[in-house]
């Protein structure tokens, strides 16, 4: 089993940057991917962006070119660098492990974005 740690989330302006960061620990073998979804109050989950173990990686369409991924493979850890934020961005930001040993989540990190 794997487990994954958000962290990195809190209150910004609109127009700043924060970056999140996800630990993953356990046993982890093989090709993986590590992604970023968020949730807003009454809407559906969903994917921000993704990276998998070889380095490909994929975003949703309303935040290319303001938000990176990235990883490093020795620390098991992913970053979700996001710039130019948005009130709309505004959402439980989760960690997401797809890998060897199944599907983990984490708790999620809030990040808020005033106008």
């Known amino acids: 089993q794997v487990q994954v740690v958000e962290s990195g989330g809190g209150l910004v302006q609109a127009g700043g940057s924060l970056r999140l960061s996800c630990a993953a620990s356990?046993?982890?073998?093989?090709?993986?991917?590590l992604g970023w979804y968020r949730q807003a109050p009454g809407k559906q989950r969903e994917l921000v962006a993704s990276i998998a173990s070889g380095g490909s990686t994929n975003y949703a369409g309303s935040v290319k070119g303001r938000f990176t991924i990235s990883r490093d493979n020795a620390k098991n850890t992913v970053y979700l660098q996001m710039n130019s934020l948005e009130p709309d961005d505004t959402a439980v930001y989760y960690c997401?492990?797809?890998?060897?040993?199944?599907?983990?989540w984490g708790q999620g990190t809030q990040v808020t974005v005033s106008s």
């Open positions: 997401k492990y797809i890998g060897g040993g199944g599907t983990s």
């Open positions: 356990g046993i982890i073998i093989g090709i993986n991917t």
